[in-house]
């Protein structure tokens, strides 16, 4: 296994998204995705990057300060020194986030990482992407996100919930997409089924509005 990573960009801001929201966090955002989401707001990183080694990035994210460390994407698990990076980073003493598409096996991340793994919907032309046996590896620690464009992904994602009971084995997190999805039209139908889910708004976006890198 190589003991490098390809890079896109490392940077200090605050997690936007999920249960941690608004905690200074260190964005280790690694080069390359699997996916091609309609909606996707980091298309700059499946293709651009360095290769740096796994020891370099780590002094890199002491360097910048927070304890929290976010790793991110693209899709960080295409890159078979993913989860190497994910434990060293948990060995030097961080608290360690994941962000996964849903479509690669999670069970061989360390599992000191809390996950946030995606279910795509049908809005993001990727439905039918989740591995299915990321449903079982599911614990109490992770985050499943539903993005939604629509009224039509809002029903897939309700239908996924309940068929996977999911709310009973994690955080669930239903988060409009910027510019398609009002997010007041979104509160309502949770409000209107009772869903126990949390609405997650990119608040890097509201903080930094207008600006597409390093946020």
Known sequence: MSDSVIVNEIYASLQGEGGRAGRACVIVRLTGC??????????????E?????ISEVL???KEFGPNMVLVTG???????????LLRRLCEAGHEVLLETNGSMDITMV???VARCVDVKCPGSGQAGSFLESNFAALAAGDEV????????????AREVIAARGL??????????VTAQL??????????????????????????WPGRDRGV
């Open 74 to 84: 693209g899709e960080p698990l295409c890159q078979s020194s993913a989860p190497a």
């Open 49 to 53: 990057g360095t290769e740096m080694p």
């Open 34 to 47: 699997n996916l091609r989401c309609d909606w996707c707001d980091s298309t700059y990183a499946r293709e």
């Open 182 to 207: 009002a997010p007041a039209a979104l509160a309502e139908w949770i409000l209107a089924d009772g869903l126990d889910v949390r609405l997650g708004l990119q608040l890097h976006k509201i903080i």
């Open 145 to 156: 996100k539903f993005v939604l464009a629509d009224r039509a992904d809002y029903e897939y």
């Open 167 to 176: 709310t009973e084995r994690c955080e669930v997190i239903l988060s409009p």
């Open 110 to 112: 360390d599992e000191r």
């Open 59 to 61: 002094e890199a994210v």
